[in-house]
């Protein structure tokens, strides 16, 4: 059983940064791909980056490529997600969430099968 638990979240400025850290225990960290999410009232969950075992692949939804970095620390058992050049529709419960995967290089991706998620953290982007 792994435990996931967000933080980071916050009101900021459109333009601003936020950095959300996702702390893993319970589980081998490690072997797990890393994916964000974010949901806001009334719409469905959203993709939003995902990270390989390693941290060497990434990928990322198009309305966030070039402001978000996802990152990951396996000896802290934490994954990243840095948030630049915040905008309104950023705004959201950002989840992170893991996923098993068989390859070391890759990165689960929207539709992969995500096992355990956190309670989510609110970020809020003012206009």
């Known amino acids: 059983q792994v435990q996931l638990v967000e933080s980071g979240g916050g009101l900021v400025q459109t333009g601003g940064s936020l950095k959300l850290s996702c702390a893993a225990s319970?589980?081998?960290?490690?072997?797990?791909?890393m994916g964000w999410f974010r949901q806001t009232p009334g719409k469905e969950r959203e993709f939003v980056a995902a990270i390989s075992q390693r941290g060497g692949n990434t990928y990322y939804v198009d309305s966030v490529k070039g402001r978000f970095t996802i990152s990951r620390d396996n000896a802290k058992n934490t994954v990243y997600l840095q948030m630049n050049s915040l905008k309104p529709e950023d705004t959201g419960v950002y989840y992170c969430?893991?996923?098993?995967?068989?390859?070391?290089?890759?990165?689960?991706?929207?539709?992969?099968?995500?096992?355990?998620w956190g309670q989510g953290t609110q970020v809020t982007v003012s206009s």
């Open positions: 319970g589980g081998s960290f490690s072997t797990y791909g």
């Open positions: 969430a893991t996923a098993t995967m068989w390859a070391p290089n890759a990165v689960p991706g929207p539709m992969a099968a995500y096992d355990y």
